[in-house]
């Protein structure tokens, strides 16, 4: 948790935009201490410019404080074409205002500012047999759950019938059963997505398929939300305002969705992110045409971004990216006993800490901050990470399964067919209705010759995308980012500029 010291004159918290930021105006009679949590589970942004300091949870909220100007460099576009909605730690899209890194504090004194690291993940021996680093998972991410379920508000857990929601709701519902309680579940769906699913090596099957098995497994009440595939594309503004940047498209509009619905019954919700991160979840941790790449294996190639934009526009982006791939994998900490696997699984750690994580991190804060309920991630306990961090690999994925250590661990506990359950993102919605959406606002995007995107799209080639969605062979990032996730971003970044009257420098 972000913890905060301050003596100062000078000073002042101010509510802007709904939002508090705090600013000190007399920087050379201050004194500030903030701190942020290992992981970077709750983000942190700062400005300090012309003799003045502010620092808010959110990162539109500083655009309000005096001196502090929506501009976006030269190296903000690249974190926005070339990255996003990825972004290097310690950066934002806005040239005033950076981050607290994870894991980092910060001494503001005598005018001057100065951040430090006071945690990092370190390589150490793994002394323990198998059997033994099944009973050590099963009891740290036991107990993690257990510590998050301490509320005096109600609480529910999210339920995907995916292994990681699973584990926590039958923690939880076992832990309420004890207190004589129902534990109550909620997962999310769109409205006819039966009717419009495309099974893909990503996707491979639908939750609904499991959701309603694991429910009555563990003795929850489970709430279903089913959206509205209109509601979801009208929702990327409000997602894209919230973020005070371009997003994760309809992945982030459509958890604002479910979480304003969650919100109507509960105050706390406990969610599976990060377990992929954690134990190798991920496909690119197992395709070995990939896993040597030197680059980011969710976005392994900049070429799909660069289709979209005009020519010429950002010709250094290659040489960005791979800046930022090469500057997060020399923080990987090995032993000299490691051998090129165990080292290059150091290093795809690090990858999926600093980048993947982090986006889905920020992306589970914002939305469900913006609909008023907090998200709780036990699999974001640091004593998990620095204890997977160090585990070996043939271990770590038990029996060549992703997670295989972490299926292993709660076999008994959970019915086999959700134990070895293939993995499947987060839902999205392939109904053509919200493709359609998306389509007539990009429209709308693309005839606005006074928007600075205007100058930076190739608007052939987004149309020849709005025609054909299916020939984008790539997502755009990750596992969900495909045509009509680009097109939402597209129209994302188009909201961004206008609702921050965002100034360029390139």
């Not at 832990?175 to 909620?186: D, P």
């Not at 294996?297 to 070429?303: G, I, K, L």
Request: glycine fraction near 4%; charge should be neutral.
């Amino acid at each position: 948790m972000l913890k905060a010291y301050h003596k100062w004159r000078g000073a002042c918290a101010e509510k802007f935009n709904g939002i508090f930021a705090f600013a000190v105006y007399n920087i050379k009679t201050a004194e500030l201490f903030l701190c942020r949590d290992r992981i970077g589970v709750k983000p942190l942004y700062y400005s300090f410019k012309n003799g003045t300091f502010a620092f808010s949870s959110r990162m539109d909220s500083l655009l309000y404080v005096k001196g502090v100007e929506p501009v976006c460099s030269r190296e903000g576009l690249n974190e926005i074409f070339m990255l996003g909605p990825a972004k290097t730690i310690g950066k934002t899209v806005f040239k005033d205002i950076a981050e607290l890194p994870p894991s980092a504090y910060l001494v503001l004194k005598n005018g001057r500012l100065s951040i430090k690291e006071y945690w990092s993940l370190k390589a150490e021996p793994f002394g323990e047999t198998e059997l033994e680093a099944q009973e050590h998972t099963h009891w740290l991410v036991t107990d993690a759950i257990r510590r998050q379920l301490v509320s005096d508000v109600p609480l529910c857990t999210f339920l995907s019938g995916g292994l990681d929601s699973s584990i926590i709701s039958k923690v939880a519902a076992d832990s309420y059963a004890e207190e004589k309680k129902t534990l109550n579940t909620y997962s999310v769906d769109y409205a006819e997505n039966n009717k419009y699913f495309k099974e893909s090596a990503f996707q491979p099957n639908k939750d609904s398929d499991y959701i309603n098995l694991i429910s009555d497994y563990i003795g929850s009440e489970h709430h279903n939300v089913v959206l509205s595939n209109s509601a979801v594309a009208e929702a990327l503004i409000d997602a894209a305002v919230a973020r005070g940047c371009p997003g994760f498209a309809d992945v982030d509009s459509s958890l604002l969705l479910f979480c304003r619905e969650v919100k109507k019954r509960f105050t706390v919700c406990l969610s599976g992110e990060c377990a992929d991160e954690v134990f190798g979840g991920y496909p690119w941790y197992h395709r070995t045409d990939v896993l040597f790449e030197k680059t980011f294996p969710w976005s392994r190639s900049v070429d799909v971004r660069r289709s979209i934009l005009k020519d010429g526009f950002l010709p250094e982006g290659e040489e960005y990216v791979t800046a930022a791939y090469l500057n997060t994998v020399k923080k990987a900490d090995y032993l000299d006993t490691d051998s090129s696997l165990e080292k290059r699984m150091r290093e795809m750690f690090i990858l999926n800490m600093d980048w993947f994580m982090q986006t889905l991190l920020v992306r589970k804060d914002v939305m469900s901050m913006e609909a008023s309920l907090e998200v709780r991630v036990p699999f974001c306990d640091y004593r998990i990470v620095e204890y997977a961090y160090n585990m070996p690999w043939k271990i770590k994925a038990l029996d060549g399964r992703e997670k295989g250590i972490l299926r292993k661990a709660f076999e008994n506990e959970l019915p086999g067919v959700i134990t070895w359950r293939k993995k499947s993102p987060y839902p999205k919605t392939f109904h053509p209705e919200y493709f359609g959406e998306v389509c007539k606002m990009v429209d709308f995007v693309l005839h606005d010759k006074s928007s600075p995107l205007y100058e930076m799209l190739n608007a052939e080639a987004v149309r020849a995308l709005m025609n054909n969605p299916d020939a984008l062979k790539e997502p755009w990032y990750g596992q969900l980012m495909r045509a009509p996730q680009v097109l939402a971003y597209i129209l994302q970044v188009y909201v961004w500029i206008r609702k921050y009257n965002v100034e360029f420098e390139y």
